[in-house]
């Protein structure tokens, strides 16, 4: 899957449900509702690189980090690092998603509990980051996706997600989500993706809004980081 | 969030036997659980320096983290054996990893950091929180070949650079790595006093602990001279292989980029091989604790020779429970109980003792000024 996100933040209700209706229009898989939590944390000005400890206070630098958790993605916080590194991390081992009936795709290898890698209680990695990591990394912002669509269309090669953003309780806008299988793309740089995406923006209506389909490294496509290195492009206020 | 009760105790290679067939007719448990993990040991790259407000306590620590995975010996380690020095039955020998290859993509790890033991003078058994968090999968867009190309970029890679991925397409590359070598070779004469704090507190976390100071000592700064050998001896076995792969694009290692850029730098490594029990909600781990050995080079150029942490084939036993939530009064009671009644019924075969609450602490302490 490759994916590209859009706000569009002169969404008011009208367009929104103008939007909804249009794409109810085309038959679409309705996949359920979602939600998002994406958090950005700041480095900490006091961490200071060793060999500048005797002259600096503060780091001469900023570095963000960002995690990402849709809800669609059962007990799993994708992260990007500095815009340059990703992971995905994921608190529930294989055998108890099975137990809980939760997709096992993105789970931690029972072997991994078994040899003891693991003592299977997980947290996720932004609470993580929050208790233990302080001294390195501190929280700015909280950007909240509610009240989100599933529409999957073109028998499950296409997946568009709508979500409304807040932050700090304020409407920023629409963002939407679309995911289409790597068969649908008519290249491979991010100016074919650009076309793609804008075909399908008009195919199906999307108003315009601020498209981001950049990837992280473009001969080595990664689902996850680079759907979270977008979501930090995008979610920028 | 784990909050993990534990009391801790060693056997001498002679009673495994014995202590098995107890621990199989107390379980029930004829084949126990067989447990090997591979742990780093990792410290903040940064230091820590708030500001400093009168009135006001700094609150926030640093911490050594732990990230663990799982590993395979080439040999099939019989753990009730012992292994011996110069033995070639039973080295014991792992593959290296971080060479590149597709499938360290998919290797798992845990990060973990656990706070100091809660303090108190009652205190039945040792009780502190665990707090980690699992990786599935890292990507990264650096590459060896970006450095080359774009070289705005460069400056920050090489700021951040962990190994000597030094790639100038140039002849002078050898001496550039040879010069960064010896810059930080320096610089790790600089930390010795320091690293050798870390390895001695590293390992007294993962293990329990011995009484004798000196012991420790003497073992800490072995594991300080294998460190360094071990990273001399990858800068010179880097230099050729990053000549070979000038034009070659390789994506640097996702995990260890990731954990660079997460303000983490490895300082230590170990590998834990042994069996585990289960009675009732206790976990009884049996282990031993394997380092590396860099004294003798495997016969296998892609593996790893390793030696016991403790060549007298001690074994070291842990028991612990964890309880989900530390907020759990009641089942926190109900598992000191456990703990205890298995203490008091394995008193005469190994006595469990509470480990020392300082050596598990995991807190990076400021350097003292000289």
């Known amino acids: 899957m490759v994916s590209a996100v859009l706000l569009i933040q002169k969404a008011s209700p009208e367009t929104i449900t103008q939007f909804h209706d249009q794409l109810s229009n085309e038959l679409p898989t309705l996949r ?187 001969k080595n496509l990664d689902t996850y980081g680079d759907l979270i290195y977008q979501y930090s492009t995008i979610l920028n206020f | 969030m784990v909050h993990q009760l534990s009391l801790v105790s060693s056997i001498p290679h002679s009673s495994y036997i014995q202590t098995i067939s107890t621990l199989q007719a107390l379980t029930g448990l004829l084949s126990p659980q067989p447990i090997s993990t591979y742990t780093l040991l990792t410290k903040p790259h940064d230091v820590f320096k708030p500001k400093f407000e009168p009135g006001k306590v700094n609150q926030i620590e640093q911490y050594f983290m732990k990230a663990i995975t799982t590993w395979s010996d080439s040999g099939n380690m019989d753990i009730s054996k012992p292994i011996l020095k110069k033995d070639k039955d039973t080295e014991v020998s792992v593959e290296r990893l971080f060479t590149g290859e597709e499938q360290e993509n998919q290797r798992k790890w845990t990060l973990q950091i656990s706070d100091i033991p809660v303090a108190g003078k009652n205190q039945a058994c040792s009780a502190q929180t665990i707090y980690e968090s699992t990786l599935i999968h890292t990507h990264t867009k650096v590459t060896t070949e970006t450095v080359t190309k774009r070289p705005q970029k460069s400056t920050i890679v090489d700021e951040n650079a962990m190994e000597i991925d030094d790639l100038e397409p140039d002849v002078e ?117 394997l380092v590396r050995d860099d004294e003798e080079e495997s016969s296998d150029s892609g593996k790893i020779k390793l030696k016991l942490l403790d060549e007298s084939n001690t074994f070291q036993i842990k028991t612990y429970i964890n309880i989900a939530k530390s907020t759990d009064i009641d089942q926190i009671n109900q598992g000191t109980k456990e703990l205890l009644r298995l203490q008091e019924f394995l008193k005469n075969l190994f006595k469990l003792e509470i480990p020392d609450r300082m050596f598990m602490d995991s807190r990076v302490m400021p350097k003292k000024q000289v």
């Open chain 2, 173 to 289: 590359v050898v001496k550039v790595e040879t010069a960064e070598t010896k810059e930080k070779e320096v610089v790790k004469e600089e930390k010795e006093g320091e690293v050798t704090k870390d390895a001695k507190q590293g390992e007294e976390n993962k293990i329990e602990i011995d009484d004798e100071p000196e012991k420790e000592d003497s073992k800490a700064s072995e594991t300080t001279k294998e460190k360094e050998s071990e990273l001399s001896i990858e800068n010179k076995e880097e230099a050729p292989s990053t000549l070979d792969e000038l034009h070659i694009s390789t994506t640097k290692d996702s995990f260890l980029q990731f954990l660079e850029d997460l303000g983490y730098d490895v300082v230590n490594q170990y590998w834990i091989k042994g069996i585990r029990f289960f009675h009732g909600d206790t976990v009884i781990e049996i282990f031993k604790v």
């Open chain 1, 32 to 218: 359920g509702k979602w939600s998002f939590n994406f958090k950005i944390f700041r480095n900490n000005p006091y961490s200071i690189p060793p060999e500048l400890v005797e002259t600096a206070t503060v780091h001469p630098e900023s570095k963000f980090l960002f995690t990402l958790s849709p809800s669609y993605l059962n007990d799993s916080t994708i992260t990007l690092i500095n815009k340059k590194s990703a992971g995905v991390f994921t608190n529930l081992v294989k055998e108890a998603a099975e137990e809980l009936g939760h997709p096992t795709d993105l789970s931690i290898p029972d072997e991994h509990l078994h040899k003891g890698a693991t003592t299977g209680l997980n947290d996720p990695f932004d609470f993580f980051v929050a208790q233990k990591l302080q001294s390195l990394w501190t929280q700015r912002q909280l950007i909240r996706g509610d009240g989100g669509h599933i529409y999957e269309l073109e028998n499950g090669n296409l997946t568009i997600r709508t979500s409304n953003v807040f932050l700090h309780g304020n409407f920023k806008g629409l963002l939407v989500e679309i995911d289409v299988d790597k068969n649908l793309l008519k290249g491979d740089t991010v100016e074919s993706f650009t076309a793609t995406f804008e075909g399908i923006r008009n195919k199906y209506g999307i108003p315009a809004g601020e498209l981001c389909c950049d990837v992280l490294d473009v």
